[in-house]
């Protein structure tokens, strides 16, 4: 089974809505980082958490980690056509040496 | 946040012929690189880590002879594709991180197409 799940794989969102992306492993994270990319590029790096029940803030976009260290979300606020890409979660689970395993990603459209 | 390059960001070879791409890190000493491949619509599959002035680890099922990896200084990883075919075409990312625990930072790409 799959080590990391994301979800949804796809979404569709009207300008200024809120959207939550999820992010589950069924071990123990050490760490979790969000990335985003467009199609054919490299990823951007977002946000970086490491301890349980972390939270952080980057402009409009939320990142958590929950205190068990094994799911995340990503929560955009009020979505803005720029925010379309792809979103990966990539996690360094315990024991792996801090090789990161990535999740399939979620395709972000956000209709004008 | 640091900077990775890649170069080239594609290109095009003939069936049997070599091809090396070159992962750099502009703004920080990485003791870390990986080499990640991406099929399209398709996540990120790790090949190999390097570590600086260490022979490179790669991944179950991935040819350490075709796919040879040289990480010669702490800013500097190379991947050369050896004998390329062309179901080796496909978009390859680099990262690369100052230490274990710190954030890993992804190269742009290079897609190659081997005809």
């Known amino acids: 089974s799959q080590e990391l799940e994301q979800s949804p794989q796809s979404l569709i969102v009207q300008e200024g809505k809120n959207l939550t992306i999820n992010c589950t492993s069924s071990k123990t994270l050490y760490g979790l980082y969000w990335y985003k990319q467009k199609y054919g590029e490299g990823l951007i790096f977002l946000m970086m958490l490491q301890k349980g029940g972390e939270e952080k803030s980057h402009e409009k976009i939320t990142a958590k980690l929950d205190e068990k260290k094994q799911q995340s979300s990503l929560h955009i606020t009020a979505s803005q056509p720029s925010h379309a890409g792809i979103y990966l979660c990539?996690?360094?689970?315990?024991?792996?040496?801090?090789?990161?395993?990535f999740g399939k990603g979620t395709k972000l459209s956000v209709k004008p | 946040g640091a900077v990775v390059s890649q170069h080239p960001s594609w290109v095009i070879c003939k069936s049997g012929t070599s091809v090396k791409i070159e992962c750099r890190s502009l703004d920080f000493q990485a003791t870390t690189m990986f080499w990640y491949r991406q099929f399209p619509k398709q996540s990120l599959m790790l090949m190999a880590t390097?570590?600086?002035?260490?022979?490179?680890?790669?991944e179950q099922g991935v040819e350490k002879d075709k796919f040879l990896i040289n990480h010669a200084s702490l800013t500097l990883s190379t991947l050369t594709v050896t004998s390329a075919h062309p179901e080796d075409s496909s978009f390859y990312i680099c990262?690369?991180?100052?230490?274990?625990?710190?954030?890993?930072?992804f190269g742009p790409g290079t897609r190659l197409t081997v005809t």
């Open positions: 390097s570590n600086e002035g260490s022979k490179a680890t790669y």
């Open positions: 990262s690369a991180r100052w230490r274990v625990a710190h954030e890993q930072y």
């Open positions: 990539g996690a360094d689970i315990v024991g792996s040496q801090g090789n990161l395993i």
